[in-house]
Nanobody, 115 residues
């Protein structure tokens, strides 16, 4: 089992930046896929960015060039650096992990982009 805890959300003005963190309860080397998803009110949850243990990384078209996913293996933590934020980026952001055939979610962190 993997326990995921997100942090770093908040209110930011359009054009601003935020960095989200996701701390995992196990080594990132044992997790096959880790990713960030988001869900806006009335919308389905969508993939924002993810990376595979073997190195491949994918981003949603809507965030390419603005968001960067990275990790710190020593801290078992994954980050989502969000730059040039837009009002349409407003959502609850969730961390996700695929671990031994099961899928795990964090509790989510709210990101609001508004002036």
């Amino acid at each position: 089992q993997v326990h995921l805890v997100e942090s770093g959300g908040g209110l930011v003005q359009p054009g601003g930046s935020l960095r989200l963190s996701c701390a995992a309860s196990t080594s990132l080397f044992s997790i096959d896929v880790m990713g960030w998803y988001r869900q806006a009110p009335g919308e389905q949850r969508e993939l924002v960015a993810q990376f595979q243990r073997w190195g491949s990384t994918q981003y949603a078209d809507s965030v390419k060039g603005r968001f960067i996913v990275s990790k710190d293996n020593a801290k078992n933590t994954v980050y989502l650096q969000m730059n040039s934020l837009k009002p349409e980026d407003t959502a609850v952001y969730y961390c996700n992990a695929a671990f031994f055939g099961n899928e795990y979610w964090g509790q989510g962190t709210q990101v609001t982009v508004s002036s």
